[in-house]
């Protein structure tokens, strides 16, 4: 497996995350863990496709907002001025140094 693939990154960010859940779920009581509320953040590309009355008004009312670089369905139309610059920069940036 080439490590450096983006598509191999990913998967490998991903078992990571799962190794990390299964730990936290195996090493906690029943009642512990509760789950966020959606505001608190959802994928970007998910934003359309999840029930209205979840959705974030704007995307500034998320506390995060997960994205990948290959994601263009971010709904920019619900993003304040400031942030929408603020990510086009950072994005731009990744973009830049992944490449």
Same mark, same amino acid.
């Not at 799962?18 to 029943?30: E, F, G, N, W, Y």
């Not at 506390?63 to 001025?81: E, Q, V």
């Given at each position: 497996?080439? #490590?450096?693939?983006? !598509?191999? /990154?990913?998967? !490998? @960010?991903?078992?990571? $995350? #799962?190794?990390? @859940?299964? @730990?936290?779920?195996? +090493?906690?009581? /029943?009642?512990?863990?509760?789950?966020?509320? *959606?505001?608190?953040?959802? *994928? +970007?590309?998910?934003?359309? &496709?999840?029930?209205?009355?979840?959705?974030?008004?704007?995307?500034? $009312?998320? !506390? @995060?907002?997960?994205?990948?670089?290959?994601?263009? +369905?971010?709904? &920019?139309?619900?993003?304040?001025? *400031?942030?929408?610059?603020?990510?086009?920069?950072? #994005?731009?940036?990744? /973009?830049?140094? #992944?490449?």
């Amino acid at each position: 497996m080439d #490590i450096r693939n983006d !598509r191999h /990154k990913t998967v !490998r @960010t991903f078992l990571h $995350q #799962i190794a990390l @859940t299964l @730990t936290v779920l195996r +090493t906690q009581s /029943k009642g512990a863990l509760k789950p966020l509320p *959606p505001l608190y953040g959802y *994928p +970007t590309h998910l934003h359309n &496709k999840m029930n209205v009355e979840d959705q974030a008004g704007q995307m500034d $009312q998320l !506390r @995060t907002a997960f994205y990948t670089y290959h994601d263009n +369905t971010m709904p &920019k139309k619900s993003i304040s001025p *400031p942030l929408a610059s603020w990510l086009d920069e950072k #994005i731009s940036a990744y /973009k830049s140094a #992944i490449l």
